[in-house]
């Protein structure tokens, strides 16, 4: 199956800081890829859509000057929590659909960012 | 918008066949689908329902119902190992294809 890295794993960072979560597709070009975010226990949020070559388009109650998000290439796409704060701690995924006749969308493995 | 509604928990013993339902309200429904996931790892494509009636993939199968929009996903011979999450999600209508989750069901495999 199609492949989705993700980079870093797990970060921990001082409060105010900035942190950069990339999202590759590994062997499949994404004209638009996903992040989400997901509390323990809860469901999985989408923040945006990240398309590539253009802005991201966000969901309602995301900040998009506090969460940016380039699209750089088909196959890349990262985002930047900025001035973290402790309740930005949270596990982020990303994700990209291939296009068939299963509706995939591949996720990636995972960042889970805590802010202290 | 969309919202998917699903039980929080659900627990079986080894062996045994469970059902996790999935109850949906959309604007426009572009199919059903299903994804486990692990604590700590990232969900996993288990199926996908476009048309009413049910698919099989091995031990799991998945129904849809578009009249009813209800589905439920059949986990048959349980393993210890089926112990995770599971949501139902739908797509929404946008030029994106956003995929909205279900609120996600705990399932609880005991010896």
Not at chain 1, 27 to 36: E, K, L, V
Not at chain 2, 57 to 80: A, H, P, V
Request: charged fraction near 20%.
């Amino acid at each position: 199956g199609a492949v989705v890295s993700q980079h870093p794993s797990r970060v921990i960072c001082k409060s105010g800081t900035s942190v950069k979560i990339e999202c590759r597709s590994l062997d499949f070009q994404a004209t638009t890829m996903f992040w989400y975010r997901q509390f323990p226990k809860q469901s999985l949020m989408l923040m945006a859509t990240s398309n590539e070559g253009s802005k991201a388009t966000y969901e309602q109650g995301v900040e998009k000057d506090k969460f940016l998000i380039n699209h750089a290439s088909l196959t890349l796409s990262t985002l930047t929590v900025t001035s973290a704060h402790p309740e930005d701690s949270s596990f982020y995924i990303c994700s990209a659909r291939r296009s068939g006749t299963k509706d995939e969308q591949f996720f990636g493995p995972g960042t889970r960012l805590t802010v202290l | 918008g969309q919202s998917l509604e699903q039980p929080s928990e659900v627990t079986a013993v080894e062996g045994a066949i469970v059902q996790i339902n999935c109850t949906y309200q959309t604007s426009g429904f572009y199919g059903l689908s299903w994804y486990q996931q692990h604590d700590g790892g990232a969900p996993t494509f288990l199926s996908y329902n476009a048309l009413d009636g049910l698919e099989e993939t091995g031990r799991f199968s998945s129904f849809l119902s578009r009249s009813d929009s209800y589905g439920y996903l059949l986990l048959q011979e349980l393993q210890m190992k089926d112990s995770a999450s599971y949501f139902c999600a739908v797509r929404d209508g946008t030029g994106f294809q956003k995929l909205v989750f279900g609120t996600g069901t705990r399932l609880l495999v005991s010896p």
